[in-house]
């Protein structure tokens, strides 16, 4: 095929890019909002751990309190998110 890009054409051509470029973007936020959720998550999941190793000695009570924070934390963000 040997076509001419005619100005229509190579409208078409950019507009095409222009709405991956848009998608691409659309779902860079979306994994980083994943990401963000995740991570939060997983810090929460890791001090509940220690906090259920040691919560018959002293240190049980520094992971409570760091396990307050992190859920609290986790629960501020997922509200924001639906703001």
């Given at each position: ?45 890791y ?15 520094v ?12 629960e ?8």
């Amino acid at each position: 095929m040997n076509e001419i890009l005619t100005p229509e054409l190579k409208a078409k051509i950019v507009e095409q890019f222009e709405k991956s470029d848009e998608l691409v973007e659309e779902q860079n936020e979306y994994i980083d909002e994943l990401q963000r959720e995740l991570s939060l998550a997983r810090t929460v999941c890791y001090t509940a751990k220690g906090f259920l190793a040691h919560r018959d000695d002293p240190l049980g009570g520094v992971y409570w309190d760091l396990l307050k924070k992190r859920i609290q934390a986790w629960e501020e963000w997922k509200e924001a998110q639906h703001e």
